[in-house]
């Protein structure tokens, strides 16, 4: 993975700086993307992997003190989620080409690829959503339960609801391809204001 841009000032000493929100813990640093968009309100702490065109939005947590968090290509953390793991025991695995909506927790399970999570869901420790699977805005997926590959689930706790429509396919691809395009406007044109 490409090393964080080298901040230079008059005072260089070749040192390579990151930024304020991106934190090592015990010697561990985060591996994130070059093409990836981390916002600068979002904080990402240790063990963490971000692949290419992901994109971390505002106030997000990624926590990877005490085990990992892999996130693939192309998914979106939307704004206020926190993604966390068990310590010790199990970390936080997300797919390629996932969208996780605002204020979602996702803590120890398992994320496979194109599969949606809506706002404000809680994916607990164990569970595991499938390829092209969706959690309703506002599930509870309690520990160590199944989202199969075409499913929707909603409640709370968390049931089966009824299969995906083709057209929320299309929907699942149109959101990725928006937030990746998103993050690549963010990377270009995004700059602190002076006051």
């Known amino acids: 993975m490409p090393q964080p841009p080298i901040l230079k000032n008059e005072n260089d000493k070749g040192l390579r700086l990151v930024p304020d929100n991106i934190l090592s813990y015990r010697d561990r640093v985060p591996k994130i993307h ?4 981390v916002a600068p309100s979002a904080v990402v702490i240790g063990n963490v ?3 290419a065109d992901s994109t971390i939005w505002f106030n997000c947590v990624l926590r990877g003190d005490e085990h990992e968090i892999r996130v693939g290509e192309r998914t979106n953390v939307q704004d ?3 993604i966390h793991l068990e310590e010790f025991r199990r970390g936080t695995y997300i797919g390629s080409n996932v969208t996780i909506g605002h204020k979602a927790l996702i803590h120890a399970c398992t994320l496979e690829d ?3 999570v809506g706002m404000g ?3 607990m420790d164990g569970a ?3 390829r092209r699977a969706m959690v309703a805005a506002g599930a509870l997926i309690t520990p160590g339960k199944r989202v199969k590959e075409g499913e929707l689930w909603g409640g709370s706790p968390a049931r089966f609801m009824r299969k995906l429509r083709p057209e929320e396919y299309e929907e699942f691809e149109r959101i990725v391809d928006g937030y990746c395009e998103l993050g690549r406007n963010f990377r270009a044109t ?3 204001v002076a006051t």
Do not use: Q, S
Not at 34 to 37: Q, S
């Open 114 to 116: 194109w599969c949606f």
């Open 49 to 51: 992997e971000i692949g």
């Open 121 to 123: 869901a809680v994916v």
């Open 34 to 37: 070059e093409t990836a968009y």
């Open 128 to 130: 595991v959503v499938e």
């Open 80 to 82: 206020g989620t926190v």
């Open 190 to 192: 995004a700059k602190p």
